[in-house]
């Protein structure tokens, strides 16, 4: 009787040990599948936060491009373009191409900013000045353009540069003239590069790849892209359509490009026809599954054997009536080893990881979950429920809301039976992701993740790509969007604001003499005072190299206001610096608009203060408001600048000469040559209305070499004892040597004039930014026989080094000295201490501006050799010039 309960009871024990082999392996199994299900959800999250990202930070990047398109095309179409001539005409000028370079310095993102007229040839690059000769006529933006007469931004695909030779993106719009006819483009190039770089920042995953493509399903960029897909076009049967149709979302693939199975999200761009797609491939995915279900599967085949193992031993026992103790003992040691190998593989997921029944207890669990939320083993007892686990975290001060209403929330969402997240932040700041994923039989699995680091390196892109990286400074795209609130703000009856835009000034001083290092280092000491207490209610921006940008909102007088902020800016940014041993102190020159008075969009205000900013640093008035005569002033500079282009080819300007007296001998020693535009329609305009034009045009180099040939040949007709002084403008010193040595012997030699009877003058800006290669210039037409004079001592940055660095002839005293000489004791010091120095260093010395008989006695007294002046000369033609009167006979005649 004992031997058949002995069997009975072995059966039993079988039984009883094959059922929970069985369960145990449906549970393993459940959790393996529910597992997958949860990873190949997480790689779709994983996906879509990617797209999401990057569809933001593109949309961003392709705004800031936008915005420099519309900026651009304003700038054109205020030239006045009339027909599609016009265009190829008045963009190409030094002006458009240095308003061009200083929007693409705003760009970091950019290459190039390029023109290109309806022909195709290329009007204005960035690139290279002067334009190279280059048509793209046949580029797949520029035939867009022409055949589709809107103003809707274009990208074409990646092509190869004619000029930088390097794969580029082109962002372009449209340019039409006033009728209506198509002038041209307008082109900012971006190379490919830059997205290669950004996709690869915010890479997390193997296997991912991301696609920039038109909604058209043209693929621009691929990354990465072994073999070049760019102008790939995705078959219509792709859900990519429908996709982007509903805005945005994902889709599993069986591989576009024949790459295998993917996970697909697509992010189309909020305000631009792209859209971003990134995918990953679902192998990748399952990569970290795969390894995990192998060693649990291991494990579970293990378990499996070792049972059929012991039923194979039980089985054969059941002939015997008794078990031994050694025996039963050696088959509970091999269950208690299987049951640690499946504890071993569930405590090796990363993610914490927990499963409940219908009745919401739990049912298993590992270590990670006990650590993540600080429960000890006793807290998860069997018979535990998820209400249980709720109140113990929340005594640990790791669950803050209402058990009891979240677990009747988590039922309501099972009782859907569909898989559900949530994330959730802790009061320690970390933030944990958890993933539900139900079960046929009412119970789920919880899978919880620590994603704090991963938020935060997706802050820290978002952060950067709204902020300047050198001084943690809004950038011009940050700027731009508060800009815009103010505005929509004051739309909406909101009070007014002030913008105001500053750059350093001598901030190239400082690069060159102490290095960019140091000069980066100024930039964010400047940041970090823009920080302060100080200036708290405004929002400050670093727009681009040494430009700053701030915005101010405050109640009261905005003029007042203004003038307020303007005074502390300059007060608080000229404070020395100091900075790694070297001290610096610069200053700002400040332009101010004020919203409204001076404009109700972005465009209106940043030209008008950037107008304003002109006017300060012309100036070097510290601050400058904008005025409405200054959009006149520059409409007048750009039609001068227009002229002064033709100007030339007509024959539209004069020499008129003012006599030179020697002081001793009272005769004409010399005269200078005057340039004077006798306009067509503005009548004779002096040289200081045009020369600073003609100098930022780059048009004095032609203007310098015709009045230095007239100069001479009117001056071979004079007597021999009679010299010719000719003005050189600083920017003829930087064309280059060989052009000035050129242009002078030309003119000596076509003229027949002696070196020795001309004089050229320069002033002190050729020497304060000297060269080897300038003072080499200088070196070499004194060499021939020229004198050399240093023209208007005494004014700018005025230095006795200049006296010792180059051996000058003459110094001519500038005539603001001369007209208070006898009224003011500075003045005729200082005369008298120039002309003492020029008798010590054997120099003739010239006093400009002589319009008495009693400055001339004051400086010929004070040992001055010659004067220059209206008392004995204003400025006229070569045919009226007077050569032999001397200066008592000129006295003379003016009293009579």
Not at 781 to 809: H, M, N, Q
Request: charged share 20%; with cysteine.
């Amino acid at each position: 009787m004992s031997s058949v309960r002995s069997r009975v009871a072995f059966h039993r024990l079988i039984w009883v040990i094959v059922g929970l082999i069985a369960l145990a392996v449906a549970a393993i199994g459940a959790t393996a599948w529910g597992l997958r299900s949860d990873q190949i959800a997480a790689g779709f999250r994983e996906t879509d936060r990617t797209a999401a990202l990057l569809a933001d930070q593109t949309n961003r990047s392709v705004a800031t491009i936008d915005a420099a398109l519309n900026d651009v095309a304003a700038h054109v179409a205020a030239l006045g373009i009339d027909t599609p001539t016009d265009f190829a005409r008045r963009a190409y000028t030094p002006e458009i191409y240095r308003f061009l370079d200083e929007r693409l310095h705003q760009l970091p993102l950019a290459t190039a900013i390029t023109l290109t007229g309806s022909d195709g040839e290329v009007v204005n690059t960035t690139r290279q000045w002067p334009r190279p000769t280059v048509n793209i006529a046949d580029r797949d933006f520029f035939q867009h353009m022409r055949d589709t007469d809107d103003h809707a931004l274009y990208v074409n695909v990646p092509v190869t540069s004619r000029v930088a030779g390097t794969l580029t993106v082109y962002f372009s719009k449209r340019v039409n003239a006033k009728n209506g006819a198509f002038a041209g483009v307008i082109a900012i190039a971006v190379e490919i590069g830059y997205f290669a770089n950004i996709y690869e920042s915010v890479s997390s995953v193997s296997g991912q790849v991301f696609l920039l493509l038109r909604r058209d399903g043209t693929v621009i960029w691929r990354y990465p892209d072994p073999v070049r897909r760019s102008g790939v076009k995705l078959l219509p049967t792709s859900p990519f359509y429908q996709v982007v149709r509903n805005g945005g979302g994902s889709f599993r693939s069986g591989g576009t490009f024949n790459d295998g199975i993917r996970l697909v999200s697509v992010r189309p761009l909020a305000d631009y026809p792209l859209v971003v797609d990134v995918a990953v491939s679902e192998q990748s995915v399952l990569a970290i599954w795969n390894r995990r279900m192998l060693a649990i599967g291991a494990g579970t085949l293990l378990v499996v054997c070792c049972a059929g193992v012991l039923l194979r031993i039980w089985a054969k026992q059941l002939g015997r009536l008794i078990v031994s103790e050694a025996q039963l003992a050696r088959n509970s040691q091999d269950l208690k080893a299987a049951n640690d190998r499946l504890d071993a593989a569930m405590n090796n997921v990363p993610q914490g990881v927990c499963m409940f029944d219908a009745a919401m207890r739990l049912t298993i669990c590992n270590a990670r979950y006990l650590d993540m939320y600080g429960l000890a083993p006793s807290d998860v007892g069997p018979g535990s429920t998820l209400r249980d686990l709720l109140v113990r975290r929340a005594a640990r001060d790791r669950f803050s809301g209402d058990p009891d209403r979240y677990v009747a929330e988590l039922r309501a969402q099972l009782d859907r039976g569909r898989p559900f997240g949530a994330v959730t932040q802790l009061a320690d700041e970390r933030v944990i992701s958890v993933q539900n994923q139900p079960m046929a039989d009412g119970g789920w699995v919880a899978v919880h993740e620590d994603i704090t680091e991963r938020q935060r390196a997706e802050a820290k892109v978002a952060h950067m790509a709204r902020h300047d990286a050198l001084t943690d400074l809004p950038n011009r795209a940050h700027f731009g969007e508060e800009l815009e609130k103010l505005l929509a703000r004051l739309r909406a009856g909101g009070p007014s604001f002030n913008l105001f835009m500053f750059d350093l000034d001598l901030f190239k001083a400082v690069n060159d003499s102490l290095g960019h290092p140091i000069g980066d280092e100024l930039l964010k000491a400047i940041a970090q005072r823009l920080r302060g207490e100080a200036f708290a209610a405004c929002t400050a921006a670093r727009v681009g190299g040494d430009e700053f940008a701030v915005l101010q909102a405050e109640e009261g007088d905005a003029g007042e206001n203004a003038v307020v902020l303007a005074k502390r800016l300059q007060a608080a940014l000229a404070e020395p610096y100091r900075i790694e041993g070297h001290q610096i102190v610069i200053g700002i020159s400040i332009g101010i608009a004020l919203a409204p008075a001076h404009g109700t969009t972005q465009l209106e205000l940043l030209k008008n203060a950037d107008l304003a900013l002109y006017r300060a640093k012309a100036g070097r008035l510290g601050f400058q408001i904008y005025e409405p005569e200054m959009d006149a002033e520059a409409r007048l500079k750009r039609d001068l600048e227009v002229d002064l282009r033709e100007a030339l080819a007509q024959q539209q300007f004069v020499l008129h000469y003012q006599t030179i007296i020697d002081v001793p001998n009272r005769r004409v020693c010399a005269a200078e040559a005057l340039v004077r535009w006798n306009h067509p329609t503005r009548g004779l305009l002096a040289p200081d209305r045009f020369i600073p034009i003609a100098e930022e045009a780059g048009l004095i180099i032609p203007m310098g070499e015709w009045i230095l040939h007239q100069a001479c040949r009117d001056a071979a007709a004079w007597p021999e004892h009679v010299k010719i002084a000719v003005n050189l403008s600083p920017v003829q010193f930087r064309s280059g040597r060989g052009n000035l040595l050129n242009c002078v012997t030309d003119a000596l030699v076509s003229s027949g004039l002696s070196p020795r009877r001309l004089e050229l003058e320069v002033t002190e800006s050729v020497l304060l930014d000297a060269t080897a290669e300038s003072l080499a210039v200088l070196h070499q037409l004194k060499a021939t026989g020229i004198a050399i004079v240093l023209d208007d001592f005494g004014t700018g940055y005025s230095s006795l080094s200049y006296l010792r660095i180059f051996p000058f002839d003459k110094i001519k005293i500038d005539k603001s000295f001369v007209a208070e000489f006898s009224s003011r004791a500075d003045c005729a010091a200082i005369v008298c201490a120039v002309t003492g120095l020029g008798r010590s260093l054997q120099l003739e010395t010239t006093g400009e501006g002589v319009e008495t008989a009693e400055q001339f006695e004051l400086l010929r007294a004070a040992g001055c050799t010659q004067v220059q002046g209206f008392l004995f000369d204003r400025p006229v033609p070569a045919s009226e010039l007077d050569l032999t009167t001397s200066i008592d006979d000129r006295l003379v005649r003016r009293v009579a």
